[in-house]
C-alpha cells in the first residue's frame, strides 16, 4: 500500500463550491504539505504543518483552508472554488528524525482538481 | 530569496543519447539540494539528494549530479537515456529555516525519441 495517499484522485466541480482534497500518510511523519502544480510554474506551496496544532502558511495560501485531523491525515479545502484554482495538488510528508534527512520530502500520488 | 531555476522547459534526447539537465539555485549557505521525477500520472519520486560531502551524487535509474558551488548549479546527468525516462523533472532546494519547505524550480519535460 502507498505511503501517502490521496482522495479523490480527480475532480470536477463548479465555481462557487466548497471542495475538501484529503491525505493521509502511514509513513509516521509529523510534517505535512499542500502544493499545487502548475504549469511553467512548477510547485508552490499552499499550507504545511508539523503537528496537530502548528499550522502555517505558504506562499500561495489565500483561497484555501487546511485541517490537521490526527498525523496522519492533512485536509485541503477551498471555500468557495474558482477557476484559476484547477491544477494538480500534492500532498507530502516529511521528518528528519524518520531518517528522512532535513527537507526530504515524501509525495502522494496528486489530485487533479477542475474548477468550472 | 532563495529560488531555483531550470533554465530549460522542454528537452528532447534520443533513446541511448546522453542527458544532462540544468538547474541553478539562489541560496546564502551550503544548500539542500534535490532532484526529483514526475512520471505521467504519478507523484513525485526522489532520483537523489545533496547535503554535503562527495560534489558528485549519485541516485536512482542511474542517475547522478554534481554540485558547483562556484556557479550555484546541481545540474542532473544520465549517460544514456532510457525510453522509461520521459517525464518531468524538478529540481528543488531545502529552505532556509528548519521549516522543512522545499522551494521547486519550473520542471523540465523530457521527450525521448526511439
Known amino acids: 500500500d502507498a505511503d501517502v495517499t490521496q482522495t479523490p484522485r480527480n475532480r470536477i466541480t463548479k465555481t462557487g463550491k466548497r471542495i475538501m482534497l484529503e491525505c493521509s500518510q502511514t509513513k509516521g511523519h509529523d510534517r505535512m504539505y499542500w502544493y499545487r502544480q502548475d504549469p511553467g510554474l512548477g510547485l508552490r506551496l499552499i499550507y504545511y504543518s508539523f503537528d496537530v496544532k502548528d499550522i502555517n502558511k505558504g506562499e500561495i495560501s489565500d483561497g484555501y483552508s487546511v485541517s490537521r485531523q490526527a498525523q496522519a491525515k492533512f485536509s485541503l479545502s477551498l471555500e468557495s472554488a474558482i477557476p484559476n484554482q484547477t491544477a494538480l495538488y500534492f500532498c507530502?510528508?516529511?521528518?528528519?528524525?524518520?531518517?528522512?534527512?532535513?527537507?526530504?520530502?515524501?509525495f502522494g500520488p496528486g489530485t487533479r482538481l477542475t474548477v468550472l | 530569496a532563495q529560488s531555483v531555476t531550470q533554465p530549460d522547459i522542454h528537452i528532447t534526447v534520443s533513446e541511448g543519447a546522453s542527458l544532462e539537465l540544468r538547474c541553478n539555485y539562489s541560496?546564502?549557505?551550503?544548500?539542500?539540494l534535490f532532484w526529483y521525477v514526475q512520471s505521467p500520472g504519478q507523484g513525485l519520486q526522489l532520483l537523489l539528494k545533496y547535503f554535503s560531502g562527495d560534489t558528485l551524487v549519485q541516485g536512482i535509474k542511474g542517475f547522478e549530479a554534481e554540485f558547483k558551488r562556484s556557479q550555484s548549479s546541481f545540474n542532473l546527468r544520465k549517460p544514456s537515456v532510457h525510453w522509461s525516462d520521459a517525464a518531468e523533472y524538478f529540481c528543488a532546494v531545502g529552505a532556509a529555516s528548519n521549516t522543512g519547505k522545499l522551494i521547486f524550480g519550473q520542471g523540465t519535460t523530457l521527450q525521448v525519441k526511439p
Open positions: 541560496y546564502g549557505a551550503t544548500p539542500y
Open positions: 507530502a510528508t516529511s521528518d528528519p528524525a524518520f531518517g528522512g534527512a532535513y527537507n526530504e520530502q515524501f
